[in-house]
């Protein structure tokens, strides 16, 4: 007997619970295409780009300055004397490690650089959301990348691409 009430009152647990969940609406977003999707990531590319092209520039020099020397190298090999191949091999060799002393800290800087606005953007797309949510009256917004289905009519990248796009 007590069995068949415990069984009983588990099972009317069970079906609140869905009765509830039901209730619920709920969306997802997938932050990924919204992302790539936002106006504002051209201008933060355009902004870094701009922001390291002198240092990048010059690691392109430095580039170009070591593969002349090595085509010299190997075309001039057989003309040049001993002394002026030793010279030109001290020369890649002072170019190579420049490049690498300078290009390490470059990719350094600009990885975190980048890493600073992607926490922006990040944070601009959730400040979003949670304003499509409250707008819209959702009370969970899951990630779609975190799901195994959902109904195409639950996404709304859509919305927080446009709340976000109005935002600066």
Partial sequence: MKTLAFTAAASTMLFSGASMAADQKIATVNVQKVVSQLPQMATIQQTITAEFKEPMDALKKLEGDIKYNLEKRKRDEAIMSKKEIDELDGKIDALTKEYQ??????????KRREQEEQQKILQLVKASVDTVAAAEGYDL?????????AKPELDISAKVVEQASKSN
Avoid: E
């Fill in 141 to 149: 917004i899951l990630q779609q990348s975190a799901i195994v289905f």
């Fill in 101 to 110: 002393a300078k290009a390490q800290p470059l990719q350094q800087s600009l």
